[in-house]
């Protein structure tokens, strides 16, 4: 299938000739600008006179929106197409260096990123202060101009991008719907980094499900976007076998960097209409389901070691995975001892079977850090190699069991809601 995505006549731009006060008027309320002194919602600016918000310009912003409002004739030249990123997280900043270093490269055909348009600003730590995303701070940094859109559908949103006039828009784990108005825009599409081999894994944790399900293969797929989430046709792909060790924050890094490349190597081949894109198959399709807190908990009772093993993989970083154990004195009975929760942080599947209950520790391994080794109820053993207990910093099982003191380590049963009693 031939690429054929030029929507050249389609598309309602802002005439060039646009009055800077109307750029005022429709950027303003979504620009942080790179002094980091204000941000301004629409809520903020509604009934304010046109002269005090130019007032606040130029007590704020600075050299910040003049480069915006020059935006349309700041390209390197004719023939360098305009690029609009959209991402939130790390991994999408890491996605964003390198498109950056790209476009100063001549890479890609040829391409200069224009804004970028990441979510605002959101609570964060024990005060709850207001912290920019990850890619907002590299935006920053790089003075490239940023929109914080609380939703994409936002009428002024539209209004900007459509005034910034992009040839091709590229996401990258942004985290909002991008609605028909928005995918109408761009002159090429939307692009989007996707971390599965699509149509395996649509949605919000490709990476998280692939790891819990024990895959042996996964990858990378870039593609466009359409209103229906992840099931564009498909412009490159990249498969990467996995070992069985990787951790969801590492292998997220890994393939988004090689998304990236993808898109950067296919790009050349969208600009001058010779890509080649795949229909994604619908029966082929699965879904990956946002990772809900309460599937952090551990039951060594029934889950295997393999399982438990895999779950620890996919859920490190956000939720954790954990359990509740109990610390007891020699010839203390059973439940009789203090609850502790401890994050298993990392893991391995033990060699061999033990023939004792479920959950019990049955020793503590040698080695350098060594491990605690723990029967699952199917008779296999999961080696525990790092814990994080409450309030203290991740460390290998081998300090935590020396500090044991010769107490008794074993597995309590029990539910959430005692777990996190526990805690």
Same mark, same amino acid.
């Given at each position: ?55 606040? $310009? ?7 929106? &003049? ?88 009428? $002024? ?12 828009? $590229? ?119 946002? $990772? ?80 605690? &080794? ?35 380590? &074993? ?13």
């Amino acid at each position: 299938m031939s690429l054929g995505r030029q929507r050249v006549g389609a598309r309602s731009v802002v005439a060039a000739t646009s009055a800077p006060a109307y750029l005022l008027k429709v950027m303003l309320p979504f620009i942080l600008f790179s002094t980091s002194k204000a941000f301004y919602t629409p809520i903020a600016l509604a009934g304010r006179r046109l002269g005090a918000v130019q007032e606040v $310009i130029g007590r704020n912003a600075g050299p910040a929106f &003049r480069r915006l409002g020059g935006l349309r004739a700041s390209s390197k030249s004719a023939g360098t197409k305009r690029v609009v990123f959209l991402g939130t997280p790390d991994v999408a900043a890491l996605t964003l260096s390198r498109l950056l270093a790209a476009s100063k490269d001549g890479r890609g055909g040829g391409f200069e990123i224009v804004s970028v348009v990441t979510q605002p600003p959101a609570p964060s730590g024990r005060k709850l202060k207001l912290t920019p995303s990850p890619v907002q701070t590299l935006a920053e940094s790089e003075k490239v101009p940023v929109l914080c859109p609380d939703k994409a559908k936002d009428p $002024i949103f539209l209004s900007a991008l459509e005034t910034l006039a992009p040839d091709l828009c $590229i996401t990258a784990a942004y985290g909002n719907f991008l609605p028909s108005k928005f995918l109408a825009i761009p002159r090429y599409g939307t692009l989007n980094i996707h971390p599965s081999l699509l149509p395996k894994y649509r949605g919000a944790s490709p990476v998280q499900r692939t790891l819990q399900a024990g895959d042996a293969v996964t990858g990378v797929s870039v593609l466009f976007t359409e209103l229906k989430m992840d099931a564009g046709p498909l412009l490159a792909q990249v498969p990467y076998p996995l070992r069985g060790e990787e951790k969801a924050p590492e292998l997220l890094q890994t393939l988004f960097t090689a998304g990236t490349e993808a898109l950067l190597e296919a790009l050349p081949s969208v600009w001058d209409g010779t890509a080649r894109l795949v229909e994604q198959q619908e029966e082929q399709a699965s879904q990956a389901e946002k $990772i809900r807190a309460e599937e952090a908990q551990i039951c060594f009772e029934r889950e295997s070691a393999l399982r438990v093993h895999n779950k620890v993989r996919a859920f490190a970083g956000w939720p954790g995975t954990w359990a509740v154990f109990e610390v007891a004195e020699e010839g203390e009975k059973e439940g009789g001892g203090k609850a502790v929760r401890l994050k298993i942080v990392t893991t391995r599947v033990g060699e061999g079977e033990e023939g004792v209950g479920a959950g019990r520790v049955v020793g503590v391994l040698g080695g350098k850090k060594g491990g605690l &080794r723990v029967r699952c109820g199917d008779g296999s053993v999961l080696d525990i190699l790092e814990v994080q207990p409450p309030g203290k910093k991740v460390m290998d099982c081998k300090s935590y069991a020396n500090g044991l003191r010769g107490r008794t380590l &074993r597995w309590r049963p029990q539910d959430a809601k005692e777990g996190a009693a526990a805690a």
